[in-house]
């Protein structure tokens, strides 16, 4: 039998460190990557109609957000298709006439005809001065008023 070398009995317990170093290593930058990539879509801000309409720096077509309310009686689908149109302004307390054509193919959310809930439209602004949308999201009314306020009563 010959003597055990000491750098043999080591070395075992060298390469389990290493590789459970390296493998740290790699699940932190992984962890890292995802983290840093989840934060750049939920870091747009949003824009309200009057900024976007005066800020022509923002209408060169990169993604942005644009938060108003549906215009009445703007609304608009081509045939029974999925494509529609409509406009947003700015909301009802600061009324300043300013309006964005927005073109939007999907499925629209629930409450996007609820006169008292604040549209945020996803997308870019095209060519043909339509905001193109890619994503729309509905803040829920912070107020909320009983059906009966808002719709009058056909009994009556």
Same mark, same amino acid.
């Given at each position: 039998?010959?003597?055990?070398?000491?750098?043999?009995?080591?070395?075992?317990?060298?390469?389990?460190?290493?590789?459970?170093?390296?493998?740290?290593?790699?699940?932190?930058?992984?962890?890292?990557?995802?983290?840093?990539?989840?934060?750049?879509?939920?870091?747009?801000?949003?824009? %309200?109609? &009057? @900024?976007?309409?005066?800020?022509? /720096?923002?209408?060169?077509?990169?993604?942005?957000? #644009?938060?108003?309310? !549906?215009?009445?009686?703007?609304?608009?689908?081509?045939?029974?298709?999925?494509?529609?149109?409509?406009?947003? %302004?700015? &909301? @009802?307390?600061?009324?300043?006439? /300013?309006?964005?054509?927005?073109?939007?193919?999907? #499925?629209?959310?629930? !409450?996007?005809?609820?006169?008292?809930?604040?549209?945020?439209?996803?997308?870019?602004?095209?060519?043909?001065?339509?905001?193109?949308?890619?994503?729309?999201?509905?803040?829920?009314?912070?107020?909320?008023?009983?059906?009966?306020?808002?719709?009058?009563?056909?009994?009556?």
């Amino acid at each position: 039998m010959s003597p055990l070398d000491p750098l043999d009995d080591e070395s075992p317990a060298r390469s389990n460190r290493t590789r459970f170093l390296v493998l740290s290593a790699v699940i932190v930058l992984a962890l890292g990557y995802m983290i840093y990539a989840a934060f750049p879509g939920n870091a747009l801000y949003f824009l %309200t109609v &009057s @900024e976007f309409n005066s800020n022509s /720096e923002v209408q060169d077509g990169r993604l942005l957000r #644009v938060s108003g309310k !549906l215009v009445a009686g703007t609304f608009g689908r081509e045939d029974n298709s999925i494509d529609s149109r409509f406009q947003i %302004t700015d &909301s @009802e307390e600061t009324p300043t006439g /300013e309006t964005l054509q927005a073109s939007y193919t999907g #499925v629209l959310p629930d !409450l996007f005809f609820n006169p008292y809930s604040e549209i945020i439209l996803e997308g870019s602004f095209g060519g043909d001065q339509v905001f193109q949308v890619d994503n729309i999201l509905v803040k829920c009314p912070s107020k909320y008023q009983d059906i009966e306020e808002v719709v009058p009563s056909a009994s009556g």
